[in-house]
């Protein structure tokens, strides 16, 4: 069916889309600014938080998994409102299982819906970016992973006032699970319906259940597939790598205090948020392709820069160049993944997943391997892996049919 939508309501859409990837940044900031209070409170030690994560983790993957069969049933508007429910709900038992009950097990449960809403969310959110996309002609796909990095920023903030207020998890839970709500029914009101967007319906051709999981593990075997996803581990594992070991390293590697350590991340999460803001642009000048490239060269000197720097002022602008470098890897590979949009789906879901995988079990690899040859010397491996996602990088290049990504600057000589 063709799409016919007016300005006005694409731009509601878009802005749906906007807050929705906000969201998502909002509830994961959430949880992750309350972890020393939820061990406290709980009493539980560094294992069992360990046990709380894998099961976020776990349920995540399996999300991820299962979105194009959500979608295929459901469609994004449906499936996009359930997953954010799912969530939220989740955040909500988080706050109870901690201070109104005091079961660990139910916190548990909370961490598991709060991981399965996020992934399958991940996936649907990415698809009706690419969806926008291709209706702007323009690559947005940067600015909407730029609003879950706002998101992050902004719970974060939250979180810290939360801490300074006094307010046990419960209630800062209770309050961000209201936010995640308002923003879920007032953005999906604004998304169109199914028919408009990247995942139409033939009512005549209801698949069975067991053939849609059949089309969504098809894309597991396409070779463009695994050259995305080595765009997306290339990056995804920098970008996680650098979330938990950048400032141990400007600590233990380069002798600074824990302050210089979270003012070097603060710069590496600074950076990487503003190269996604403007990062549609450059995109669409010179080509997805070209843009990987450079970003992926970029990356690999910042990473040297900051293994290798003699001062800390040099570690700091190595730590910009690093989070520059790594900031459009996993936007880039989502919006290539959804070129075809009969297949955007699947192919979205296989990306998603191995970025999940590269972002859970990154920095427990990196740690393991720091233990035998430094924290610094163990960076390097960072450096080849975004090596490999530059040679990847060609894998990017928009399928016939698709002009989103393709660079205009050929046309304008």
């Known amino acids: 069916m063709e799409l016919q939508l007016t300005r006005s309501q694409l731009v509601r859409w878009r802005t749906a889309v906007f807050a929705i990837f906000l969201a998502s940044g909002l509830s994961i900031a959430t949880w992750a600014s309350r972890v020393p209070a939820i061990k406290v409170t709980l009493g539980v030690d560094n294992i069992q938080i360990g046990l709380l994560l894998l099961g976020a983790g776990a349920s995540s993957i399996i999300g991820v998994f299962m979105a194009p069969v959500i979608l295929a049933r459901i469609g994004a508007k449906r499936g996009m409102f359930w997953a954010m429910m799912i969530f939220a709900a989740g955040v909500a038992v988080i706050g109870v299982g901690t201070d109104v009950v005091h079961l660990y097990w139910l916190a548990f449960i909370g961490l598991v819906g709060f991981g399965f809403g996020n992934g399958s969310l991940d996936v649907m959110m990415n698809v009706e970016g690419a969806a926008i996309e291709k209706q702007f002609n323009k690559t947005i796909m940067p600015l909407f992973h730029a609003f879950f990095s706002f998101g992050t920023v902004i719970g974060a903030g939250i979180g810290v006032l939360a801490v300074a207020w006094g307010l046990n998890v419960f209630a800062h839970a209770s309050f961000m699970t209201v936010v995640i709500l ?84 603060a710069v590496f999460s600074v950076s990487m948020t503003v190269v996604r803001m403007i990062g549609g642009p450059l995109v669409d000048r010179f080509g997805r392709v070209g843009t990987l490239r450079v970003l992926a060269a970029t990356a690999a000197v910042g990473l040297l820069l900051f293994i290798l720097a003699p001062s800390i002022p040099l570690v700091f602008v190595g730590a910009a160049l690093w989070g520059a470098g790594v900031s459009l890897g996993f936007p880039l590979g989502m919006s290539a993944a959804a070129d075809d949009p009969a297949k955007a789906a699947a192919r979205v879901s296989a990306a998603a997943t191995i970025g999940y995988v590269a972002f859970l079990c990154g920095p427990p690899i990196l740690g393991f391997i720091s233990e035998h040859i430094g924290l610094l010397n163990t960076l390097f491996i960072l450096v080849g892996l975004v090596a490999v996602s530059g040679l990847a990088s060609g894998a990017a290049k928009p399928i016939a049919g698709s002009t989103v990504g393709a660079g205009h600057h050929a046309e304008r000589r």
């Open 182 to 265: 308002v923003i879920a029914f007032f953005s999906i009101a604004n998304v169109p319906a199914r028919e408009m967007t990247m995942d139409p319906v033939d009512e005549a051709d209801r698949k069975s259940w067991r053939e849609r999981l059949h089309i969504a593990l098809s894309a597991w075997r396409e070779p463009r597939t695994y050259a995305i996803g080595l765009i997306i581990l290339g990056m995804a594992f920098a970008e996680g790598g650098a979330n938990d070991w950048l400032a141990l390293g400007v600590v233990d590697g380069h002798g600074g205090g824990e302050a210089l350590g979270a003012a070097a991340l």
